[in-house]
């Protein structure tokens, strides 16, 4: 159910409504006990008839608590609402990386993409050695406060090293978004610390270039290009960017997860060391088109084959869930 401004919950008054995603929606409140302002994730009840959804708020709600770092947004814990949990998150003076970059207009200053990827990186660092992988990094998880300081936020889709899988491989483990996900998660696999590595890759591209590398007309082309397609250079688009920095961050963007950066405190070493750094030692070849299992795509129709088959499943699970709501408002 939605809340109103005023409204209060427990000892929190909401101030206003911050956004509505897929399964939780949230909202800015004021800790009337302490005068503090936090944030409130409100997960939809109707969606908890899905025993992964609900596994994965569970699976949330845990790892959320157990971090502390500068870079990410801390969770306060878990509360009830007349039988319902909501989480409590530190709330951030500031906006998504989105709204920040569409300011810009294009590119950013290469100076602020460089402070900016290296407090991404050093979060993505701090996660996977809590042997956390985001699994769904993108602007809108990133947090930008008016100090300055970068927060990565949303551990809906996260995943602990060595936990179980919620779901068929197949059919719902391709999380993420399409602009940048790795291609092994497109393919349904689940993904690893070289997987955040992939799209802290991409979100540079976007911060440098002022556009994602692959684009289309709908989500399947752009998935598509990310198995097939090599990134245009950032140089040529921006001579202003040094040849080490675009190296590193074309080597994040490898197609095949063993041409990357096979650490996340390997890619902050070489983003730390930009003035030192010999590009010439980078591989930028053309990496051969990714197909199923991860080989190289023997047919363009397979392929397009492959990605229709997780598009069906996701529509399909979508149908289900909204028919158990219907049933349960019954």
Known sequence: MRHQRGERIDHYEI??????????????????????????????????????IYQRFQRE???????DFPGVQCS???????????????????????????????????????????????AICYLHKNNITHRDLKPENVLVGNDGVLKVADFGTAMVLGARRLTWRNLTESV???????????QGERGDARSDIYAWGVMMYEMLTGHVPYEGDNWLA????????????????????????????LKAMRRYPKNRYQTAEELLG??????T???SRFDF??????????????????????????????????????????????
């Open 277 to 279: 750094l010999d590009a």
């Open 285 to 330: 070849s053309p990496e051969e088109p990714m197909g199923g299992m991860g080989t190289p795509a023997a047919t363009t129709g397979a392929l397009w084959m492959q990605i229709l088959l997780i598009a069906f499943g996701f529509i399909a699970l979508c149908a289900i869930v909204i028919a158990l709501s219907v049933l349960l408002k019954k």
């Open 270 to 275: 070489d983003m730390e060391n930009l003035g």
């Open 76 to 122: 306060y814990g878990v509360q009830i609402d007349h039988g319902d949990p909501y989480l409590v998150l530190e709330y951030v003076d500031g906006a998504t990386l989105r709204k920040r970059g569409h300011e810009f207009n294009g590119p950013m200053p290469v100076e602020t993409a460089v402070d900016w990827g290296l407090q991404i990186a050093r």
């Open 176 to 186: 993420g978004t399409p602009d940048y996900m790795s291609p092994e998660q497109i």
């Open 222 to 249: 752009v998935m598509a290009g990310h198995l097939r397609r090599t990134p245009d250079r950032i140089t040529a688009q921006r001579p202003e960017v040094s040849p080490a920095l675009e190296a590193v961050v």
């Open 15 to 52: 101030v206003d409504e911050l956004g509505e995603g897929a399964y939780a929606e949230t909202y800015k409140a004021r800790d009337t006990s302490s005068d503090d302002v936090v944030v409130l994730k409100f997960p939809d009840p109707h969606t908890f008839a899905d025993a992964q």
């Open 61 to 67: 709600t845990k790892i959320a608590g157990g971090l």
